[in-house]
């Protein structure tokens, strides 16, 4: 087999895993998008800024297994992949330590004015009266997702002696979590946005039920299309974010954001490492691999023919 990784560097990690199989690797730092002379890889392993296309697939005829370095796949056209019969896999389970601590260290700037304290005392300035903030202690933490990351999330909030609720589109019994209706969760006094994008999930929030959002603050670690632009305009708490590229929602005084760091801990690297490694040895190894996505596949596939 001929193998491609993309955005990364050569890693003896990888090499020494996959020796067994004879298989001719090929490592790529930039995305797919960058290349040509595709043509030749049966399996290719990708993260988040390799956008996988109908047009990338075209280059890609001897193509059987994608695996993804990351929980979210939207920057997969899984719909084309299905009618190609091209396997697609994640990785899952690896972020809910690094990204439930992260989303409360954005929750931390949100209600606490961090950042804006220490950069006033590094310009000579110890001036806070402007910047009361609020306690997480007793306050009601509203859940959107409760995978890995939203399970971790409400573990931590339990430590702050919040209330936590959540939602799940797919879960009923959740361990330190009440499940409960949107509605009753957007009602919450912090909200945390924990889900993937997917048809179903993008614009969740919306002006149909902007009006049930009581928040103080938001905190969004899933991908920024799960708020629609109606909320980011007309929010009037704080949305803190790790997830969008637009530098302009940046400007607004009540939105906070990072660049795409959540997940980035030596720890939760060496694990999206071998869930990938893991998966891509299934496939190998004539298995469905353990995080395999044709559930998904078929579902979207079947939304986009009945459209």
Known sequence: MKIAFFETKQDSIITNR?????????????????????????????????????????????????????????????????????????????????????????LFEAIRHTYKAINRVKNNNFYYKDLQGVEIYNKTIGILGLGAIGTQIAKIAKGF?????GFSRTKTNIVATHTSSLDEVLKSDFLFIALPLTPQTKHLLNENNFHNIKSKAIINIARDEILSEYVYQNFNGIIASDVTKDSNLAKKENIILTPHMAYYTKE????????SLDNMCDFLDGKKPRNCLLEECKKEYKCKEQQ
């Open 161 to 165: 002696g919040a209330k936590t609720i």
């Open 268 to 275: 939760a690297l060496i694990r999206i490492l071998n869930i």
């Open 18 to 106: 996959l020796q067994k199989y004879n298989s001719q690797i090929t490592f790529f730092e930039k995305n797919i998008n960058e290349y040509s002379n595709l043509e030749d890889f049966e399996i290719i392993s990708i993260f988040i800024n390799s956008k996988i296309t109908k047009e990338i697939l075209d280059k890609l005829p001897n193509l059987k297994y994608i695996q993804t370095r990351s929980t979210g796949y939207d920057h997969i056209d899984i719909v084309e992949c299905y009618k190609r019969g091209i396997v697609v896999s994640n990785v899952k389970g690896y972020a809910g330590p690094a990204v439930g601590e992260f989303a409360f260290s954005l």
